[in-house]
């Protein structure tokens, strides 16, 4: 009978894993880990409530508690592809890849058709540049109907396949075709000057670009990106006005003051070139270039002593630094 009811009382606190503890979300993983390990003090190897712990651990970014259990869960069961897909998770946030990887390799062998584990392990593979990133794209792609994620096309666009990038996003969009990430990608790859780039197309380009900001007219980005493709094929004022509706939206990004900067310097705008580039200054006093660019104008605008004192910003970021060097050398 004791036996029983202490049965009973552990499928009741389990049950409160997966139920009860909905009110707030911190209350519910505390909830969660306080009924868990009530459990594996009666059953310290079961690798189920260990690879729960685990995961719930992971996700509060308890690393190393996370760690401990899974590890205990891994030395008591070693081919449950749940407990590997965490273990893979927990070590690649704990950045021992090596060991992620390997975790991964082992869910794919005990189960190919595992989506989840070929994708992080594709993921890792492409982040390292390892040799097998295409090779593991190809097969993500077949067995999952044309479909990968948004980093993936990043990584194929890294590779040089931008025509297969675009085949991808073209299929993807074919289904989503409101989707803003995809749609961004497709505005980047056609809109990308690199040599490699043979899908490279102006005009497709900016009927993506004026598609994302009419369909999601307060993404910074979207006018940033354009302005910077206005910016590329060196229509500098158009540059300027799209970078202007992207700072009226994020007015702290400081890259976008940098381009407007550089877009005022190209068109001999040096005042104003000088006050973006101390903006970005002023919003990151570690930003090398920001201080390069404004010492180069100060040199052009007879302003030797603020000049110098740039450059030697750059050196004290960047004691190589040769275009201070040779400046400062003069």
């Given at each position: 009978?004791?036996k029983?009811m202490?049965l009973?009382a ?17 209350h ?5 880990i306080?009924?868990?390990?009530f459990l594996?003090?009666?059953d310290?190897v079961?690798?189920v ?6 995961h719930?651990?992971?996700?509060q970014?308890?690393l190393?508690?996370?760690?401990k259990d ?7 069961f070693?081919?449950?592809v749940?407990?590997?897909l965490?273990?893979?998770d927990i ?9 992620a990887?390997?975790?991964w390799e ?22 390292v ?6 090779s593991m794209?190809d097969t993500?792609l ?14 194929l666009k890294?590779l040089?396949e ?8 073209d299929?993807?969009v074919s289904?989503f075709?409101?989707?803003?990430e995809?749609l961004?990608?497709l505005?980047?790859l056609y809109s ?13 380009a ?10 999601y007219?307060n ?7 354009f ?5 590329n ?13 992207s700072?009226?939206?994020?007015p702290?990004d ?8 550089f877009c ?6 040096y ?7 101390t ?5 990151d006093?570690?930003?090398l270039l920001?201080?390069h660019?404004?010492?180069?104008l100060y040199?052009?605008t007879?302003q030797?002593d ?9 050196l ?6 040769i ?5 400062l050398s003069?």
């Amino acid at each position: 009978m004791i036996k029983f009811m202490t049965l009973y009382a552990n499928i009741a606190l389990l049950l409160c894993v997966f139920i009860s503890c909905q009110n707030s979300s911190h209350h519910s993983y505390y909830s969660s880990i306080d009924s868990l390990s009530f459990l594996l003090s009666n059953d310290s190897v079961n690798s189920v409530l260990l690879n729960e712990r685990a995961h719930i651990y992971l996700s509060q970014n308890q690393l190393y508690l996370a760690k401990k259990d899974i590890d205990v869960s891994y030395s008591v069961f070693k081919n449950d592809v749940n407990m590997l897909l965490t273990k893979g998770d927990i070590y690649f946030s704990l950045n021992e890849t090596r060991i992620a990887k390997s975790s991964w390799e082992r869910c794919l062998k005990i189960d190919p058709n595992n989506l989840a584990c070929r994708e992080k392990l594709t993921d890792l593979l492409c982040a390292v540049r390892h040799m097998d990133c295409k090779s593991m794209i190809d097969t993500l792609l077949l067995i999952n109907n044309g479909m990968i994620s948004p980093p993936l096309i990043v990584y194929l666009k890294e590779l040089g396949e931008y025509k297969l990038a675009v085949d991808v996003l073209d299929n993807m969009v074919s289904k989503f075709p409101n989707h803003k990430e995809y749609l961004v990608l497709l505005s980047v790859l056609y809109s990308d000057t690199c040599s490699m780039n043979q899908v490279y197309n102006s005009q497709l380009a900016e009927q993506y670009f004026e598609n994302i900001i009419q369909l999601y007219p307060n993404y910074a980005r979207g006018y940033y990106n354009f302005g910077k493709h206005r910016q590329n094929i060196g229509d500098y004022q158009s540059a300027l006005s799209l970078y202007n509706q992207s700072i009226s939206i994020n007015p702290t990004d400081k890259q976008t003051y940098y381009n407007m900067g550089f877009c005022h310097l190209q068109i001999q705008e040096y005042t104003q070139a000088i006050e973006f580039f101390t903006k970005v200054i002023e919003l990151d006093n570690t930003f090398l270039l920001a201080y390069h660019a404004r010492a180069h104008l100060y040199d052009i605008t007879k302003q030797k002593d603020k000049a110098i004192s740039d450059w030697k910003h750059c050196l004290m970021l960047n004691p190589s630094y040769i275009p201070a060097l040779q400046a400062l050398s003069k």
